[in-house]
């Protein structure tokens, strides 16, 4: 297939076009290449015949149409997005403009391309989105969210995540447009930009800066390999059934604290035995407004009818990600100066 992925120089973007050509795809990359964006995530790929690049904005929908028509994609895995949400909280203004404006001119560019095309049977627009539209669950280990859990956002970003659901849905039941659509739950791993909570902890540690942690630490989050995540997000591409959502999750359920810990004794291993514990940095501040207790997915639908399973457990994906981390300082340095980068400890991934 040849697939017009948005957002593909960001976090988990990359990590699905690297893995979209070693499945043996083609890819164009469209991709505005704001502060969250680095091309050295799709380095590796750059120079593939299959790929391709085009620095646009979903916000601007001539540009859209000129990118379909240049590129005939058969199909649309649309992760472009304002993805953090301590910046929503502080200006929501682009999460509105992105996530909600920018999916309509993607579904309005994607439409008239498929009309004109003649509507092709095999095409199909994924939307990627999250599982913070559900909005906060009880502490109870029996609830979960499903696909069919209503829809209860709470913060600006997963508000212009859930209007950007709607549309999507929308335009398949008014225009027929063929749609698929998932909700995943919060991803770490490589290439993830060092403002989210899992660099944060791991580059403020190895500093000697505070761990800070937004209030008592309890909030649990439901934690995913992104590697994980892109693999269930070209399994859904490649054979999920149209007009249906599939919620994917790692059924790693784990506190903040409990997190964090977890890094800190991984980061310990790697230091002298006598110099104690990372743990010891760990500082609580001041919580996020309307920060939301739990989130945790059940993602019983993708198992079942795609067959897809995470490949490492929670240990193993934060073990590597420090390693990569470790490793990888020629990426996060240049990043880390970038505004705002690490002074605070966010709890969507
Ligand atoms: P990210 O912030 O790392 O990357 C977003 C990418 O989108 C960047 O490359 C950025 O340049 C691009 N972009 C932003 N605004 C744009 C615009 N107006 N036009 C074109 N490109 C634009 O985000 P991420 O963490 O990789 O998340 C990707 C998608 O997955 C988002 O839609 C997000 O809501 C969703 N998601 C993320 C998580 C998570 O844990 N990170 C979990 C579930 C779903």
Redesign the pocket.
């Known amino acids: 297939m040849k697939l017009l992925i ?2 593909g ?5 990359s990590a699905v076009v690297r893995q979209a050509i070693a499945r043996g795809h083609a890819v164009v990359n ?5 502060y ?2 680095c091309l050295d995530n799709v380095a590796s790929v750059a120079d593939h015949s299959a790929y391709a690049f085009e620095e ?4 601007d929908r001539a540009a859209l149409d000129r990118i379909f028509a240049a590129h005939a994609p058969d199909a649309v895995m649309h ?6 949400v301590d910046r929503s909280i502080d200006g929501p203004g682009d999460f509105i403009e ?1 996530n909600i404006t ?1 999916t309509f001119n993607m579904l309005e560019a994607a439409r008239a391309y498929w009309m004109r095309a003649g509507k092709p049977a095999g095409f199909r627009f994924h939307h ?4 913070e539209v559900f909005g906060s669950l009880p502490a109870d280990p029996a609830v979960q969210f499903t696909e069919t859990t209503p829809y209860d956002p709470r913060s600006p970003y997963s508000a212009s ?1 859930a209007a950007s659901d709607h549309l999507v849905r929308a335009w398949a039941e008014t225009y027929g447009l063929p749609v698929v659509l998932t909700n ?4 770490y791993g490589p290439f993830h ?1 060092p403002e989210k909570l899992i660099p944060v902890v791991i580059l403020n540690a190895l500093a000697g800066k505070p761990l800070p942690i937004y209030g008592d630490g309890s909030n649990i989050r439901d934690w995913l390999y992104v590697e994980d995540h892109a693999d269930a997000l070209l399994t859904v591409i490649e054979k999920g059934e149209l007009g249906r959502s599939y919620n994917i999750g790692g059924e790693n359920e784990r506190t903040n604290l409990e997190l964090v810990k977890t890094l800190c004794a991984i980061l310990d291993e790697k230091r002298p035995k006598d110099s104690g514990s990372y743990a010891d940095q760990i500082t609580f501040v001041t919580d996020r407004p309307g920060h939301d207790a739990r989130y945790a997915i059940d993602p019983s639908r993708i198992r079942e009818e795609l067959g897809w399973r995470p490949s490492v457990t929670v240990e193993e994906g934060l073990a590597l990600t420090v390693q990569w981390y470790l490793d990888n300082e020629a990426w996060w340095r240049p990043l880390q100066a970038r505004a705002g980068v690490g002074q605070r400890l966010g709890t ?2």
């Open positions: 948005t957002g120089a960001g976090f988990i973007g469209l991709d505005a290449l704001t969250a964006a646009a904005d979903i916000r992760l472009a997005a304002e993805s953090h992105t920018g990627i989105s999250t599982d995540k995943c739950s919060n991803n930009f969507k991934a």
